[in-house]
């Protein structure tokens, strides 16, 4: 009997490919990722906030309790699972705060004092993908917790407003507005379900459903049909007391002294259940629905909320993703990364000493890339100065046999001048490194 040859082969393992939603960062985006971050970074410093950085992975409940049971995030987008072993409810983190909220509890962090800190990391929520909305983004946040004043709310917006700047982006708005406190809100709360009740015949199914539990979301839809109905609304603006409207006053004043543009939006709720007194939004029109890049406010009864002694707080957290695109629709100049040097290396026989000079390079700070031989060796100098080329180098280091027999390489320039060269010794690395590494 004949056996068909394709019986004893075996299946060619199928592709496998990223989740959806979930996207690869590969060399030539993550230069500006790394840019962006060292920006964070530098200016948080400035600012006096200290980083802390918390588990992907939490407790389910901390989410429930902390963000809002009725929220879309809770009710729809949470990635969460049983823990096989012992049984515990787990969630991949949907935002930053609520994590940095509990790890402050844990930690006693407040026993001195407030306390400013900054976070940077991979959120997951599972939503449908577009345009600077994905299941896996990243998050930088600022919080400042212990603090009670409009002034920290205001030092918040000036921080991002100074990112901004920093970053080159320059079309972007800044609505603000007070949710007041839970009584005052309780009180428009009442006035306002009285109101959509009369409205019924205008309101979709999301509307209804919420009417009752989260009343205040209604007034976030962004259903066309509805807008008249919900600009007709109570303001929650109308039933703030002294004290709130005096913090809030406090801050837009601020604001003025600082030359920050601002604006009252009464229809600004938030997604999240935790927010009270001002809130606040960065808004670009360049980003079409995602228009929102940086968003935040104050929480002063979550740490409660989530177990620990009653602090206030305030905070705002932007999306990576969404001012990266705002960056790119600005073209806006971001540097890359570039190579002050490509080793040609014509004999593999002289990688020994080829590598010892590289690492005294690389310890002077010079980005120094290695030519590597292929599966037929080293390669021609002409290819091997074709791939230094291609590589951005400034500079060539040749490490040919009569170089390396009078203790010399030779230095050529790649991009300045008319391929201008010299020689170098190799006993006095230290003295001629600081010259190939470029002005940036």
């Keep these: ?10 299946a060619k393992p199928e592709k496998l490919c990223a989740v959806k939603g979930m996207n690869d960062i590969l060399p030539a985006e993550s230069a500006r990722w790394e840019w962006l971050e060292a920006q964070v970074r530098d200016l948080m410093a400035r600012f006096a906030y200290r980083n802390v950085r918390t588990p992907i992975v939490e407790h389910t409940q901390l989410f429930v309790r902390g963000i809002g049971e009725v929220t879309d995030i809770v009710e729809k987008e949470m990635y969460s699972f049983e823990d096989k072993l012992n049984g515990e409810q787990l969630t991949l983190r949907p935002e930053g705060t609520a994590s940095l909220v509990r790890a402050t509890i844990e930690h006693n962090l407040l026993y001195d004092g407030g306390k400013r800190m900054w976070y940077m990391g991979p959120m997951f929520r599972h939503e449908r993908p577009q345009r600077g909305r994905y299941r896996q983004f990243h998050q ?30 320059t079309q972007w708005r800044l609505e603000i507005n007070s949710l007041g406190q839970p009584e005052e809100r309780q009180a ?19 509307a209804r459903r919420r009417m009752y539990s989260n009343p205040l979301r209604v007034l976030d839809t ?87 002694k009653s602090a206030p707080a305030v905070g705002w957290a932007l999306g990576a993703e969404r001012v990266l695109e705002l960056i790119k629709e600005l073209g806006t100049d971001i540097p890359e990364p570039a190579l002050d040097a490509y080793a040609i290396v014509p004999d593999a026989a002289a990688m020994p000493q080829v590598l010892a000079t590289l690492t005294q390079l690389r310890e002077a700070g010079v980005r120094v890339q290695m030519h590597t031989a292929g599966s ?9 100065f074709k791939k230094a080329d291609a590589s951005g180098a400034r500079h060539a280091l040749i490490f040919g046999a009569d170089e390396l027999q009078q203790g010399m390489v030779t230095v050529k320039s ?22 190939l590494q470029s002005a940036s």
């Design 188 to 206: 428009h709360r009442t006035a306002l379900i009285a109101y959509l009740e009369q409205h019924l015949d205008v309101m979709d199914e999301e």
């Design 414 to 435: 790649l991009r300045d001048g008319e391929g201008l060269q010299q020689q170098q010794a190799l006993a006095q690395v230290a003295q001629w490194a600081p010259n």
């Design 376 to 384: 037929e060796g080293m390669g021609s100098m002409k290819s091997q």
């Design 140 to 169: 930088i946040g600022a919080e400042a917790l212990g603090f009670a004043g409009p002034d920290v709310d205001a030092e918040l917006i000036l921080l991002a407003v100074a990112l901004w700047k920093r970053l080159g982006l």
């Design 1 to 10: 009997m004949r056996l068909n040859h394709n019986e004893n082969q075996v």
């Design 222 to 308: 962004k259903n066309p049909a509805m807008q008249a109905m919900v600009n007709g609304a109570p303001r929650l603006l109308d039933f703030l007391g002294e004290a709130s409207l005096a913090h809030f006053d406090g801050l837009k004043k601020i604001l003025d002294a600082n030359g920050v543009p601002w604006s009252v939006n009464p229809r600004l709720v938030r997604g999240l259940d935790y927010y009270n007194l001002t809130v606040f939004e960065f808004v670009t029109d360049l980003l079409g629905s995602q228009g929102t890049i940086c968003a935040g406010g104050r929480y002063d009864y979550l740490i409660e909320q989530v177990g620990g």
